[in-house]
């Protein structure tokens, strides 16, 4: 099984890749959240800097609809040691669909097929030499308004050499909201047979795992390839979530039941205290102005009090800090409740 840490704009940054990698593990490959800017530089250039970077497996994500951004950051990248890039077609954010980049630019195939055409062409041609070829993965919505539009964009896709497809089985319009349409990632094994896919969407625990995926391993077998999943809420409330989920398969193909497989966020209150302490002195040094850091700590903590079960009193001692001396009083009363 593969397990692949999904990039989250200003979350999911160097600073706390290296302290999940540190400190509870189990992601095969992580993605840095997506790259606009044509010359890397400050805040984009220190998170895919080499030297910055203690996970073994980094792909940076590039979110643009111009091919020759794309092509220019890429190559960017390339000098920088990187060999794969992720083009993000996923992203529903209101902002970035208005300017019909990430899922805005599904409904939008022949402006979306002559850009791949331009990319693959540039990086990955046939004819160029293997060490200056750029792997160039994506990640993507199933379209934007109607689910039809999904067949039309796996023609696309068909065309190009996709060096793996990560699909999260939603619309656009869907944001987060309702089911995934579970059918319509199974077409993606029959139309990308020749692609490694991976599955993106809702896995917070071992039970969503189970619905999802587990109970519809057959598609991944079927076509000789591992289970693959990117997760990323379900981390950031569950840290432990990656390990968990690889013991449970293990249980899984084992036919052994655990009595320990859901420890949650709870079981380990000192490494959790150390990998939130190293990600905001990480972000201190990072940071000059301490308000920032604090604005940061609050919106991984968002995210962290779900899987503490947090109720709203305690949150609110957090939310209500300005000072780096009040989040710290304020995490350590809810350590000292744990």
């Given at each position: 099984?593969?397990?692949?840490?999904?990039?989250?704009?200003?979350?999911?940054?160097?600073?706390?890749?290296?302290?999940?990698?540190?400190?509870?593990?189990?992601?095969?490959?992580?993605?840095?959240?997506?790259?606009?800017?044509?010359?890397?530089?400050?805040?984009?250039?220190?998170?895919?800097?080499?030297?910055?970077?203690?996970?073994?497996?980094?792909?940076?994500?590039?979110?643009?609809?111009?091919?020759?951004?794309?092509?220019?950051?890429?190559?960017?990248?390339?000098?920088?040691?990187?060999?794969?890039?992720?083009?993000?077609?996923?992203?529903?954010?209101?902002?970035?669909?208005?300017?019909?980049?990430?899922?805005?630019?599904?409904?939008?195939?022949?402006?979306?097929?002559?850009?791949?055409?331009?990319?693959y062409d540039k990086l990955a041609g046939k004819n160029l030499p293997q060490d200056t070829k750029m792997n160039i993965s994506i990640k993507s919505r199933l379209g934007v308004e109607f689910l039809s539009e999904w067949d039309d964009?796996?023609?696309?896709?068909?065309?190009?050499?996709?060096?793996?497809?990560?699909?999260?089985?939603?619309?656009?319009?869907?944001?987060?909201?309702?089911?995934?349409?579970?059918?319509?990632?199974?077409?993606?094994?029959?139309?990308?047979?020749?692609?490694?896919?991976?599955?993106?969407?809702?896995?917070?625990?071992?039970?969503?795992?189970?619905?999802?995926?587990?109970?519809?391993?057959?598609?991944?077998?079927?076509?000789?390839?591992?289970?693959?999943?990117?997760?990323?809420?379900?981390?950031?409330?569950?840290?432990?979530?990656?390990?968990?989920?690889?013991?449970?398969?293990?249980?899984?193909?084992?036919?052994?039941?655990?009595?320990?497989?859901?420890?949650?966020?709870?079981?380990?209150?000192?490494t959790f205290r150390s990998f939130i302490s190293e990600i905001a002195e990480e972000y201190i040094t990072e940071m000059s102005n301490e308000k920032q850091v604090v604005m940061k700590m609050k919106e991984l903590w968002s995210y962290?009090?779900?899987?503490?079960?947090?109720?709203?009193?305690?949150?609110?001692?957090?939310?209500?800090?300005?000072?780096?001396?009040?989040?710290?009083?304020?995490?350590?009363?809810?350590?000292?409740?744990?």
């Amino acid at each position: 099984m593969k397990i692949y840490l999904a990039p989250m704009e200003g979350i999911t940054t160097y600073v706390f890749r290296n302290a999940f990698e540190k400190y509870y593990g189990g992601v095969d490959k992580y993605f840095t959240p997506f790259l606009t800017a044509s010359h890397l530089k400050g805040r984009e250039r220190r998170d895919v800097d080499p030297d910055n970077n203690c996970v073994e497996q980094l792909v940076p994500q590039i979110l643009t609809n111009d091919a020759g951004l794309f092509v220019k950051i890429a190559e960017q990248l390339m000098e920088l040691g990187y060999r794969e890039v992720n083009l993000n077609l996923g992203c529903p954010s209101g902002t970035v669909v208005s300017k019909g980049r990430g899922a805005g630019f599904l409904d939008r195939t022949d402006e979306l097929e002559r850009f791949l055409y331009e990319i693959y062409d540039k990086l990955a041609g046939k004819n160029l030499p293997q060490d200056t070829k750029m792997n160039i993965s994506i990640k993507s919505r199933l379209g934007v308004e109607f689910l039809s539009e999904w067949d039309d964009i796996l023609a696309i896709y068909q065309k190009y050499p996709v060096s793996e497809i990560i699909v999260h089985p939603r619309l656009r319009n869907e944001f987060y909201n309702g089911e995934v349409h579970l059918n319509l990632f199974l077409k993606t094994f029959s139309a990308m047979k020749q692609t490694p896919i991976c599955y993106n969407g809702d896995i917070t625990d071992t039970y969503s795992f189970d619905d999802i995926l587990w109970n519809n391993m057959n598609m991944f077998k079927e076509n000789d390839q591992d289970i693959c999943l990117m997760i990323g809420r379900g981390v950031l409330m569950n840290p432990l979530l990656p390990m968990e989920l690889r013991r449970h398969m293990d249980y899984l193909q084992e036919n052994v039941i655990s009595d320990d497989e859901q420890r949650g966020l709870r079981s380990d209150k000192e490494t959790f205290r150390s990998f939130i302490s190293e990600i905001a002195e990480e972000y201190i040094t990072e940071m000059s102005n301490e308000k920032q850091v604090v604005m940061k700590m609050k919106e991984l903590w968002s995210y962290f009090s779900k899987g503490l079960g947090l109720d709203g009193k305690m949150l609110k001692q957090i939310h209500k800090a300005e000072r780096l001396s009040d989040y710290k009083s304020a995490v350590q009363m809810i350590l000292s409740q744990w």
